[in-house]
């Protein structure tokens, strides 16, 4: 039984559908990674499992999100609130902005624990500072008091994913978590998610857009294309097997050693806007290999000897 | 924190200066003067002349100006022309008037434009939101002597609830505040709902709901708290104007105050009296944002950090 299982959600706003028939499941412990270009709807497919669709203006008009077999898209909203931040944290893309700018970030860690752990004042600040510690930040005591501008990005953004450790919970979607940060503190701040992860047992999903992080961190992927899931693995297969010509690319975007100068491929072309998706293969405008067939019929997502891609080519392993 | 408060009053000293200079000097270049209302008619050149010599207004204006300074400073602001009384005294005898109506004014238009404020952002484009949007802009655009008249019609004459001038009871008072206090909840809702709306939109609202926190606590301990602060800076601006632009209020409920007193004695030129009060309100108004810079540091840590 899966910890988090995503069938067919398909999700509106207003009168698009910048999502449609995202099918992935993740497992306890699980770190798994979705990766795609921006605007391939990995933040969405982040808030729709959150909750917090309604706050965008957007709702899954079909599908079901399960959650320990809960179905978290019929809950009603208050069961919800008591499973955010107690069972499924959110680790949000940027730092800067998400952290109360007039309160004190130890306070915005002890909120969470006193909330839903029921602690009192005292024990929740012991809680935090804790959790602080083994997220390696200094003086934790003293940080703990700090406001949010007086510490650098690569802090608060620990002190954001103490928030979400806060509650133990079973499942953290971290949204690009690094996106924001500086180069050279972006791989420190994966090593400890994935490390605290592990070491709490707690499932993670991943967001990012860097293939690379994926390979260092991750067990399985999920790749997003435009709105749909292009192809589902272990980390291992897609690597050294991918299906999709989209997922191939996005590999193929890896700097690797001994690249000549000008080597590094890009895709060409950008993801299409929601108001405008292609027919048939949402990536056969982009595709080198794209068939007349995969400009007319929209490829279904098939299972294949490890995970699942959606492409009309996948059939054949190469 | 301490050593921002000393700073700013010592910089209070030459915004003080510099408006009593001003004050001065408007007072003067307003055409026509108090002896002109004090003399009788037919009096002699030679009258006229010794009376001019009396209150000092013969001497060259920086003279003038000294003079009154000094005194000032030593807490005299001279006798009053026409009324024939220290200026502090009149000032003694009206300030309570004004300082009751603009403080009750004030608390009003900030308790309940602020609670407004916050139930439209709540329930933003719902038609509570609509509502109190149309009683905004009505309230906001209604001049306040024309609605101080109305409310005298209806409250006072047809249903005899208040009376309709004076300042002899505490029932007196509620017809002015109330028209005072109406341009103010329009304006405080306003900015509270404008505020309130775009804070809401901020990414660490977003984590709040991520994490759990009920709407209404998010609303009101996190997004209300942010949105104070431009309310504060609207709010210690209007310390200012609530005591001095009460003026038409006092004279169409017929109160005594700050107002009242200063019409009259412009009208009258009497110099000593204008000045005294135009200082009053001059002082009223930089305290008023020295409070609100106070009240803003004490909300935010990060204006606080720039004090330093």
Redo the contacts between chains.
């Keep these: 039984m899966a910890l988090l299982d995503l069938s067919d959600v398909t999700v509106s706003i207003g009168a698009l559908t910048p999502l449609d028939r995202i099918a992935f499941s993740i497992e306890a412990g699980e770190i798994i990674g979705v990766v795609g270009e921006s605007g391939s709807g990995k933040s969405l497919t982040a808030m729709a499992v959150m909750g917090l669709l309604p706050l965008i203006g957007g709702r899954i008009t079909s599908g079901a999100v399960r959650f320990a077999d809960v179905e978290l898209n019929r809950l009603p909203e208050r069961d919800y609130r008591a499973l955010r931040g107690r069972r499924i944290a959110l680790i949000s893309q940027n730092p800067m902005t998400s952290l109360d700018p007039i309160r004190r970030v130890g306070e915005q860690i002890d909120q969470v624990s006193m909330m839903h752990l029921g602690l009192g004042t005292e024990q929740a600040r012991l809680r935090s500072v804790d959790m602080m510690r083994q997220l390696r930040i200094p003086e934790a005591d003293v940080v703990h008091g700090n406001y949010p501008h007086q510490l650098s990005g690569g802090m608060k953004q620990r002190i954001v994913i103490a928030m979400a450790l806060a509650a133990d919970p079973e499942l953290i979607v971290a949204d690009e978590p690094t996106t924001a940060l500086d180069v050279t503190i972006q791989a420190q701040i994966i090593q400890i998610m994935v490390e605290m992860a592990r070491r709490k047992n707690v499932a993670l999903m991943l967001i990012t857009h860097d293939m690379g992080v994926v390979a260092q961190a991750c067990d399985r992927v999920v790749v997003l294309y435009a709105g749909r899931v292009a192809e589902t693995g272990s980390v291992e297969r897609i690597f050294a097997a991918p299906r999709h010509p989209y997922t191939k690319s996005l590999i193929g975007c890896i700097p690797v050693e001994g690249l000549p100068p000008g080597g590094l491929k890009g895709i060409d072309g950008v993801v299409p806007g929601v108001a405008n998706y292609p027919t048939g293969c949402r990536f056969h405008p982009r595709c080198s290999l794209a068939q007349d067939r995969c400009k007319i019929e929209a490829p279904l997502l098939r299972a294949l000897d490890e995970g699942a891609a959606a492409c009309h080519l996948a059939g054949d392993p190469p | 924190m301490a050593l921002f408060l000393i700073r700013r009053l010592l910089l209070l000293i030459p915004v003080f200066l510099a408006v009593s200079l001003v004050i001065f000097m408007i007072v003067r270049f307003v055409p026509g003067d108090p002896i002109d209302n004090l003399l009788q008619i037919g009096s002699t050149e030679e009258q006229k002349t010794a009376m001019i010599a009396a209150y000092g207004l013969d001497r060259a204006l920086p003279v003038q100006y000294t003079i009154w300074l000094g005194k000032m400073l030593q807490g005299d602001l001279g006798e009053a022309i026409i009324l024939r009384q220290p200026v502090s005294t009149l000032i003694a005898q009206n300030l309570p008037h004004s300082l009751i109506l603009g403080s009750l004014a004030l608390a009003f238009s900030t308790l309940v434009g602020i609670a407004t404020g916050a139930l439209a952002a709540s329930f933003k484009d719902g038609w509570l939101d609509r509502l109190v949007m149309t009683l905004i802009l009505l309230g906001s655009t209604l001049p306040s002597f024309w609605l101080g008249l109305l409310m005298i019609l209806l409250f006072a004459v047809q249903l005899g609830w208040f009376p309709v001038s004076g300042a002899r009871s505490w029932s007196a008072l509620v017809l002015p505040v109330l028209t005072i206090g109406i341009g103010g909840v329009a304006l405080v809702a306003r900015v509270t709902r404008a505020a309130m709306i775009e804070i809401a939109r ?3 609202v ?9 709407p209404l606590q998010i609303q009101l301990g ?1 997004v209300l ?2 949105a104070l602060l431009p309310v504060v800076t609207i709010l210690s601006l209007r310390i200012g104007w609530v005591l001095g632009g009460a003026v038409t209020i006092e004279y169409v409920f017929a109160r005594p105050g700050l107002g009242s007193l200063l019409i009259t004695s412009l009208n009258q030129r009497d110099y000593p009296v204008v000045q005294g009060c135009l200082l009053m309100l001059a002082i009223a108004v930089i305290l008023g944002t020295l409070i609100g810079d106070i009240v803003q540091a004490a ?4 204006l606080r ?1 720039t004090l330093r």
């Design positions: 901020k990414d660490f977003t984590m709040l709901h991520a994490k759990g926190v009920p996190h708290r942010h909300m935010d840590p990060r950090e």
